[in-house]
T-cell receptor
Framework: GNSVTQMEGPVTLSEEAFLTINCTYT??????LFWYVQYPGEGLQLLLKATKADDKGSNKGFEATYRKETTSFHLEKGSVQVSDSAVYFCALSPLITGTASKLTFGTGTRLQVTL | NAGVTQTPKFQVLKTGQSMTLQCAQD?????MYWYRQDPGMGLRLIYY???????DKGEVPNGYNVSRLNKREFSLRLESAAPSQTSVYFC?????????????FGDGTRLSIL
């Protein structure tokens, strides 16, 4: 079956530090990959996505590249801010058209950024 | 532009009580989903509805029922609440039959069962 593995948190960084959150997946074929962010007390928001190998998703200074050879989709940001403190979820959607696009989520990684 | 709206936001129940969590979306999406979020376990799919009139079990359906009332609304019912169902519940929606389409989430319902 499909699965997503994320690095365990919490990740604590100082403001302006470089961020990497690792995500690897197991799936047949070529799934679509997503990063969602959840701020305290809120629902999940789509941060970025990639639908095929070597695609780079980017948004709000965050980037992730779909690496089929390593089955990875690591999230990176060059300089984090306190406002980036949240829980980040990696997720995949299998390549199945004509049906609901079910997501498989990782367990989430909490990021805390301090001044 | 409300997106996905869930009610209530918070609820406390006693073991054995029943309740229905409501969800509505205004994006004309075909597919809707119910998840539960528990510490250290990410989000797990309870039920989903690929289109109006259809529902299917997800990963953890036991103890729940759903109703796709119309294209906009997808409700989740707990017939006899148990402490193990204490969780945060999220409703989501997405377009149908399009690869790579993300799901849009509501703000969640925090449910405690005593």
């Amino acid at each position: 079956g499909n699965s997503v593995t994320q690095m365990e948190g919490p990740v604590t960084l100082s403001e302006e530090a470089f961020l990497t959150i690792n995500c690897t997946y197991t799936a047949t074929g070529y799934p679509s990959l997503f990063w969602y962010v959840q701020y305290p007390g809120e629902g999940l928001q789509l941060l970025l996505k990639a639908t095929k190998a070597d695609d780079k998703g980017s948004n709000k200074g965050f980037e992730a590249t779909y690496r089929k050879e390593t089955t990875s989709f690591h999230l990176e940001k060059g300089s984090v801010q306190v406002s980036d403190s949240a829980v980040y979820f990696c997720a995949l959607s299998p390549l199945i058209t004509g049906t609901a696009s079910k997501l498989t989520f990782g367990t989430g990684t909490r990021l805390q950024v301090t001044l | 532009n409300a997106g996905v709206t869930q009610t209530p936001k918070f609820q406390v129940l006693k073991t054995g009580q029943s309740m229905t969590l409501q969800c509505a979306q205004d994006m004309n999406h075909n597919s809707m989903y119910w998840y539960r979020q528990d510490p250290g376990m990410g989000l797990r799919l309870i039920y989903y509805s690929a289109s109006e009139g259809t529902t299917d079990k997800g990963e953890v359906p036991n103890g729940y029922n759903v109703s796709r009332l119309n294209k906009r609304e997808f409700s989740l019912r707990l017939e006899s609440a148990a402490p193990s169902q204490t969780s945060v519940y999220f409703c989501a929606s997405s377009p149908f039959q399009r690869r790579g389409q993300p799901q849009h989430f509501g703000d969640g319902t925090r449910l405690s069962i005593l």
